[in-house]
Each structure stands twice: as C-alpha cells, then as structure tokens.
C-alpha cells in the first residue's frame, strides 16, 4: 500500500455508548456489525459491568459462574458478543447502580455510576473520544431508552463527551481534543417497528408478543396518532436486514441475561428483513450539512 492510498483509507469511525452488557446487543448490533463489515471501525463503550444485572435466562438458574461473579460472568459474555459482531469495545470501569424496584423506590447503592458527578461519570468516555476519534456517537435519549438510572447516566455522559472532546479546556490531560461530528439516539424501540411486526405476525397466523405493548402505546395516545408520536422523530434507518442473524447471536451470547425463548427472537430473521429490515435513529446533533431522512450515519462524512 503507498502511504496516499493508506491516508485515503483511513476509515470513519462510530463509538457506541451502552450501560451495560448486553444492551449493545439488543440496541443496534445490526447496524454495528453491517458498518464493521464494510470497513468502518465500530467501538462500542460499555459504561458499568452489569454487577448488578440477575439471571434473565430461566436455563442459567444455578450458573456457577454467574452466581460467584456475575460481573465476571458479564465480561465474557461481552467478549463473545463483540467477536459475533465484529466490533471493538472498552469498559468504562463503572459499577452498575441496578434497577431500583419498590414503592418507595430505595436508594441507589453507594459508589453506583448513575450517583457520580458528571465530571466524573464522563472523563472516561471523553478519554476514550480523544483516543478512538469518531466521527460519529450512538446513544439512548433523555429517558435512556427506559427508565434505568445507569441508561439514563449512559446518556448523559454522551451528550457530555459529544460537546466536551473538543474543547481543549475541558477535561485537561483526557488526551488530545477532537470533535465528533454526529450524534443521534438509538430508537430500537419505535413503536413503529413493533406496529409493523405485530401486523406481519397476525397476517401470518402467528401469535404475537407485542399485542399488550402495543394496546399501552395506542391508549397512552390522545391526539388519535397511531402510533404515538415519538419525541425524537425518525431521521435515519439503516438497511441492515443481512445482518439480524448475527444480532441474533449476540444476544444469546449474553445467556445470563438474555431467553433464548424470550422477546427478541418472536419474529424470525426473514420476516423481519421482509417488514423492517432497518434500524432507526434520531439525528439529534449534527456539526455537518445533514438532510433527513437519510440511511447512513455517515451521511456528510464520507
Ligand atoms: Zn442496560
């Protein structure tokens, strides 16, 4: 290779930021292993360990491993799941803050990521910008998606690093500045998606599992929209059909926390590439020219 032909090659670049184990598998592992595929570098940022995920998978009651050291368990499920997918990834190093259950909900646990100070909660990821250098950052909205005190922390550490890697007076001695160019939010669960499968499984004489999700969305709804509007709109649908099988296995590769009889795989791969062969973002920031709808990330980079 001349070194003009490596300079013309070097690749774009996409930095995903996930909560925990697990999530990066069931938000946008398609698009991630299609843009790896084709020759874009994907990292995917995994802020907490999943210390305080419990056991999901009805198959893994009484894993030894788990049981001891859920968390060390979490590591090598990611391992399998980034090889799946073809990516490359970096702990953040932060503890998980679990999800807190009861009424009144009890405190988080001392020292949890979703109780850092932001300045704090960031500094990682802002390293990890000014190392790997994306032109791109996937994340989850306000509402982290759901309702996770660590999805939550999630987005905002992002929204953080996206405006901070660039400035070279903020977080001295985090490395050399530089500045991502796009940042959306992951919309893996669109109502739309889930209308579209739910219709595809009845047309088809199947039983399907969204019918009760879908009944909350339509009621929760009093404009008369259907679906409901969601407040970040659709602005970005990849076509990554080809690669639902390789989610599919990166999702089972998190056997602790994912059922291998469960939700995620109610729709086969096919019919899913035939109703919604896409995964949707929302173009939330953009520092490039960008016109939506669009059907690449790198729309304006490339
Ligand atoms: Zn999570």
Same mark, same amino acid.
């Given at each position: 290779?001349?070194?003009?032909?490596?300079?013309? @090659?070097?690749?774009?670049?996409?930095? &995903?930021? /996930? #909560?925990?184990? %697990?999530?990066?598998?069931?938000? +946008? =592992?398609?698009?991630?292993?299609?843009?790896?595929?084709?020759?874009?570098?994907v990292?995917?940022?995994?802020?907490?360990?999943?210390?305080?995920?419990?056991?999901?998978?009805?198959r893994?009651?009484?894993?030894?491993?788990?049981?001891?050291?859920?968390?060390?368990?979490?590591?090598?499920?990611?391992?399998?799941?980034?090889?799946?997918?073809?990516?490359?990834?970096?702990?953040?190093?932060?503890?998980?803050?679990?999800?807190?259950?009861?009424?009144?909900?009890?405190?988080?646990?001392?020292?949890?990521?979703?109780?850092?100070?932001?300045?704090?909660?960031?500094?990682?990821?802002?390293?990890?910008?000014?190392?790997?250098?994306?032109?791109?950052?996937?994340?989850?909205?306000?509402?982290?998606?759901?309702?996770?005190?660590?999805?939550?922390? @999630?987005?905002k550490?992002?929204?953080? &690093?996206f /405006? #901070?890697?660039? %400035?070279?007076?903020?977080?001295? +001695? =985090?490395?050399?500045?530089?500045?991502?160019?796009?940042?959306?939010?992951?919309?893996?669960?669109?109502?739309?998606?889930?209308?579209?499968?739910?219709?595809?499984?009845?047309?088809?004489?199947?039983?399907?599992?969204?019918?009760?999700?879908?009944?909350?969305?339509?009621?929760?709804?009093?404009?008369?929209?259907?679906?409901?509007?969601?407040?970040?709109?659709?602005?970005?649908?990849?076509?990554c059909?080809?690669?639902?099988?390789?989610?599919?296995?990166?999702?089972?590769?998190?056997?602790?926390?994912?059922?291998?009889?469960?939700?995620?795989?109610?729709?086969?791969?096919?019919?899913?590439?035939?109703?919604?062969?896409w995964e949707?973002?929302?173009?939330?920031?953009?520092?490039?020219?960008?016109?939506?709808?669009?059907?690449?990330?790198?729309?304006?980079?490339?």
């Amino acid at each position: 290779m001349t070194t003009n032909e490596g300079h013309s @090659a070097e690749p774009l670049r996409l930095l &995903a930021v /996930h #909560a925990h184990p %697990d999530d990066e598998a069931s938000k +946008g =592992a398609a698009m991630m292993a299609s843009y790896a595929a084709s020759g874009v570098r994907v990292m995917v940022a995994t802020c907490t360990g999943g210390e305080r995920g419990g056991i999901q998978n009805p198959r893994m009651e009484g894993d030894a491993h788990s049981g001891r050291d859920m968390g060390g368990a979490r590591r090598l499920e990611m391992a399998r799941a980034a090889a799946i997918l073809g990516i490359e990834h970096q702990w953040l190093g932060f503890t998980d803050s679990g999800l807190p259950e009861g009424d009144p909900l009890p405190p988080l646990p001392a020292n949890c990521f979703a109780l850092k100070p932001l300045e704090i909660a960031a500094a990682p990821l802002v390293r990890l910008v000014r190392r790997f250098r994306p032109h791109v950052i996937v994340s989850y909205d306000e509402n982290g998606g759901y309702p996770h005190p660590d999805h939550i922390m @999630a987005h905002k550490v992002a929204v953080e &690093a996206f /405006h #901070a890697a660039g %400035d070279p007076a903020l977080y001295e +001695g =985090a490395g050399e500045p530089w500045e991502p160019q796009k940042l959306y939010y992951d919309l893996a669960f669109n109502p739309q998606r889930f209308r579209a499968l739910h219709f595809a499984l009845q047309d088809a004489g199947l039983a399907s599992p969204y019918a009760e999700r879908l009944a909350a969305w339509l009621e929760a709804d009093t404009e008369g929209h259907t679906p409901p509007v969601s407040k970040h709109p659709t602005t970005t649908q990849v076509d990554c059909g080809e690669f639902f099988e390789k989610r599919d296995d990166a999702l089972r590769a998190h056997a602790t926390q994912v059922d291998p009889d469960g939700f995620f795989f109610a729709v086969s791969p096919d019919m899913q590439r035939k109703v919604w062969p896409w995964e949707d973002y929302s173009l939330v920031e953009s520092r490039v020219p960008a016109t939506t709808p669009e059907n690449d990330l790198f729309t304006g980079l490339r």
